[in-house]
């Protein structure tokens, strides 16, 4: 079967501009995270989805970020107004019901010049 | 929170040899996941391991929870096997989210 799915792989925009970032996770998996990879912070956790459960937003680093999930499937993030210190990889993954093993996908690259 | 620790931070080794990868974390876990980061940023699944032994080809992973400590071990390295690996633990309760150790960068040349 297919894995986690993002896209686009890579994206560049100008400083100010807003993005959006898609993942596509496993089929039936009903967890969703979403972490970002940068070069001074490591692997840090944004935001979760479980179902229709309220999502966990702990880990976004300001209201500039945000993201849904639509139909229980496809989640989207959001980045306005973006920042030089926003590049970074983001990272999706999913897990299914009754397991925390999460699986990624292969990320999204974003350059903020 | 959770702390994860993960050491050597870089290791070198020729083709062949055998090494083993450290983690260390800070408060009882009800899993462990072990990733190797290939060089184009993909997390790949190692081991799922929250206690006990496995063992998966050349590699394999221990983890002794009562002592807080996982060890990877590679067997007979490939230049395939360079990248870098991760150690994860979930935050008890709630979402489960990762926390990442920073990492082993290992280098197999040929």
Known sequence: ?113 | GIQVEQSPPDLILQEGANSTLRCNFSDSVNNLQWFHQNPWGQLINLFYIPSGTKQNGRLSATTVATERYSLLYISSSQTTDSGVYFCAVPTQGGSEKLVFGKGTKLTVNP
């Open chain 1, 1 to 113: 079967g297919a894995g986690v799915s993002q896209s686009p792989s890579n994206k560049v925009t100008e400083k100010g501009k807003d993005v959006e970032l898609r993942c596509d996770p496993i089929s039936g998996h009903t967890a969703l995270y979403w972490y970002r990879q940068s070069l001074g912070q490591g692997l840090e956790f944004l935001i979760y989805f479980q179902g229709n459960s309220a999502p966990d937003k702990s880990g976004l680093p300001s209201d500039r970020f945000s993201a849904e999930r639509t139909g229980g499937s496809v989640s989207t993030l959001t980045i306005q107004r973006t920042q030089q210190e926003d590049s970074a990889v983001y990272l999706c993954a999913s897990s299914k019901r009754g397991s925390n093993e999460q699986f990624f996908g292969p990320g999204t690259r974003l350059t903020v010049l």
